[in-house]
């Protein structure tokens, strides 16, 4: 049985995350319309079909509270795409491509790494490369020239001290989560997870169909599985939505002495955590690239409680160079 999606359920998830959570700005609303009919571009749907979904999209825009952070929105716009058509995951194919380009790509970033003179720094340029295989965002993200175009550079712009205080990070915590973002990318983060003391690390993906989102199949197709634990999150949130997410997540994100979080939809739903996180991504929306400030497109290693103690050019919490 499928779920009714209500605008009060909507507001009742945003409240509880007013405080914590970047907000939705006018310049979101385009994006959920995009979202909504790229996702229903993906599959062949009746056109009156499409047309109840967007009637039903245009009625919830209206009536947000725009205290909710884009992901949780963006979770129920899909929602309702979802509910109407039937169909529970129109990424299907493009994941098996996107899949399909990470693995490709895998073992020649892996050569890079094991002949770099610091494998773990190049493996963390390399991971917040991939964060550009994303159609949330922009339905380029996974088209090989640009995924070539950000190994490329992953190698030249200046990391800082940033890199440093991960590894230190890294160094003493006992226990690691980590958050994926898209499908594909998940290679790209297996070699960063192949530098790092796998004992430590729980490895997290998401708990149902949104977007291209990496899911627990996606993590298997990579080998994650055979390196480290992986668990899904229980939730359908293009973000980290705690009160969605099941037991076992929630635990292992208590517990977590370290989180690095992939990806914006992780950065939007947790930069103001208290926990210990650094988000590795791409700031791939103006609205995005302004919150933080900084340009679109600049790749970005953030450590948590940004917000309240650093600045765009602290090198501590980000680094900022060339575009990916």
């Not at 509880?16 to 993906?42: H, V, W």
Request: net charge negative; glycine share 6%.
């Amino acid at each position: 049985m499928t779920k009714e999606i209500s605008v009060n359920s909507v507001l009742s998830v945003a409240k509880n995350f007013e405080k914590e959570i970047m907000k939705t700005y006018f310049d979101c609303l385009p994006c959920f319309i995009r979202q909504a009919l790229e996702s229903m571009g993906m599959v062949s749907i009746d056109t009156n079909v499409q047309v109840e979904v967007m009637r039903r999209v245009f009625k919830m825009l209206s009536e947000i509270d725009l205290t909710a952070a884009p992901p949780i929105m963006g979770m129920w716009i899909q929602d309702v795409v979802h509910e109407v058509t039937g169909i529970d995951d129109f990424y299907v194919d493009v994941k098996r491509q996107c899949n399909e380009l990470g693995k490709q790509f895998y073992p020649q970033i892996k050569e890079k790494v094991q002949r770099s003179s610091d494998p773990f720094e190049t493996a963390v340029r390399f991971a917040i490369a991939g964060n550009i295989i994303d159609f949330g965002v922009n339905l380029n993200g996974a088209k090989r020239p640009n995924v070539e175009q950000a190994i490329e550079k992953a190698l030249s712009f200046d990391t800082g001290s940033a890199v440093e205080s991960l590894t230190l990070e890294v160094s003493k915590a006992k226990t690691i989560l980590y958050i994926s973002d898209n499908t594909g990318e998940q290679f790209f983060d297996k070699i960063l997870l192949e530098e790092m003391p796998i004992e430590k690390i729980v490895y997290s993906v998401r708990g149902k169909p949104i977007l291209n989102d990496c899911l627990m199949d996606d993590a298997v197709i990579a080998g994650i599985d055979k390196l480290v634990k992986v668990i899904d999150n229980g939730s359908g949130a293009p973000g980290v939505i705690i009160d969605d997410c099941n037991e076992e997540f929630r635990s292992e994100f208590d517990k977590a002495d370290l989180i690095i979080a992939k990806g914006q939809g992780n950065f939007e739903t947790l930069n103001e955590s208290d926990k210990n996180i650094f988000f590795m991504l791409k700031a791939k929306c103006p609205v995005v690239a302004d919150h933080i400030g900084c340009d679109t497109g600049t790749p970005l290693l953030l450590k948590s409680k940004y917000q309240k103690y650093g600045t765009p050019t602290n090198r501590d919490n980000c680094f900022i160079k060339d575009s990916l």
